[in-house]
Nanobody
Framework: QVQLAESGGGLVQAGGSLRLSCAAS????????MGWFRQAPGKEREFVAR????????SHADSVKGRFTISRDNTKNTVYLQMNSLKPEDTAVYYC?????????WGQGTQVTVSS
């Protein structure tokens, strides 16, 4: 069973940067794609970015394109989300996820708060 643990959230001023990390347990990390989602208070959870198992293919939501970058290090079983030029509307709990054998696995989330 894969477990995911996010870290790196915090409070930052608008225009600042943060890098989120998601550490995964298990020896088959490089075999599956990973994603980042976020959920702001009172809103639905929304897609942020996704990366293939090899790291060779990525996709980003339009709202974060050019500001956020997803990457992974399969030697460390970790996926990252580099967030630059942060805006107050980026404030949310950020979750990483993956899908294994038809089941979606989520981490516990990490809070990102961007002050104006």
């Amino acid at each position: 069973q894969v477990q995911l643990a996010e870290s790196g959230g915090g409070l930052v001023q608008a225009g600042g940067s943060l890098r989120l990390s998601c550490a995964a347990s298990g020896s088959t990390f490089s075999m599956y794609s990973m994603g980042w989602f976020r959920q702001a208070p009172g809103k639905e959870r929304e897609f942020v970015a996704r990366i293939s198992g090899s790291g060779g293919s990525t996709s980003h939501a339009d709202s974060v394109k050019g500001r956020f970058t997803i990457s992974r290090d399969n030697t460390k079983n970790t996926v990252y989300l580099q967030m630059n030029s942060l805006k107050p509307e980026d404030t949310a709990v950020y979750y990483c996820n993956t899908v294994l054998l038809g089941s979606t696995i989520w981490g516990q989330g990490t809070q990102v708060t961007v002050s104006s």
